[in-house]
């Protein structure tokens, strides 16, 4: 079965700084994505950045970037120069590989809670 | 704004009550997944749709049913509505089944109060 830990339920970050926020994961899949998501408090659910288990480079859009790293099955994301916008829930999710008719949902963590600090 | 458009955005029903809860994809999508969040729960999938047929269900109770129309919009039926059922349910939608690398998109969600 796939699992996604995320085991920091908070956080807080000064404003400027960087932050890494912890994800490792559960598959027997070959093939799988790796997604991150951003819930501010107003609650709808941003797409923030996408790693696939095949990409050779770490994915980065904008301030975010994914430390991928597989063999410790480990997806942290990193935000760069913490913005107070930033402050929100962050939930990091799985989908595995998809066969024939099979299903391509995604699979949650618990999120991380981050505050930044001005 | 991801392209994923979820109404009523906020509903107050009594229990035993029955909502319909409404979604429509990003243009193109032809996959869409309800998602419910509660805060004993976390978010749990609920069920998908490709191209009008199911392809697959999760923590669906029986009470909840769903469909997705010919033209690719998509209802989530909650019946006989109990306290617990109180949450954001989340419309999500994607290009399409197979396609490894392709996104999944939220809509803002519509939040389901049980009083």
């Known amino acids: 079965a796939q699992k996604i830990t995320q085991t920091q339920p908070g956080m807080f970050v000064q404003e400027k700084e960087a932050v890494t926020l912890d994800c490792t994961y559960d598959t027997s899949d070959q093939s799988y994505g790796l997604f991150w998501y951003k819930q501010p408090s107003s609650g709808e659910m941003i797409f923030l950045i996408y790693?696939?288990?095949?990409?050779?480079q770490n994915a980065t859009e904008g301030r975010y970037s994914l430390n991928f790293q597989k063999a410790r099955k480990s997806a942290n994301l990193v935000i760069s120069a913490s913005q107070l916008g930033d402050s929100a829930m962050y939930f990091c999710a799985m989908r595995g590989t998809v066969y024939g008719g099979a299903t391509n949902k995604l699979i949650f963590g618990t999120g991380t809670l981050l505050a930044v600090q001005p | 704004d991801s392209g994923v458009t979820q109404t009523p955005k906020h509903l107050i029903t009594a229990t035993g009550q029955r909502v319909t809860l409404r979604c429509s994809p990003r243009s193109g999508d032809l996959s869409v997944y309800w998602y419910q969040q509660s805060l004993d729960q976390g978010l749990q999938f609920l069920i998908q749709?490709?191209?009008?047929?199911?392809?697959a269900k999760g923590n669906i109770l029986e009470r909840f049913s769903a469909q997705q129309f010919p033209d690719l919009h998509s209802e989530l039926n909650l019946s006989s509505l109990e306290l617990g059922d109180s949450a954001l349910y989340f419309c999500?939608?994607?290009?399409?089944?197979?396609?490894?690398?392709?996104?999944?998109?939220f809509g803002e969600g519509s939040w389901l109060t049980v009083v």
């Open positions: 790693q696939g288990s095949y990409d050779e």
């Open positions: 749709y490709y191209n009008g047929e199911e392809r």
């Open positions: 999500a939608s994607s290009v399409a089944v197979g396609v490894s690398g392709n996104t999944i998109y």
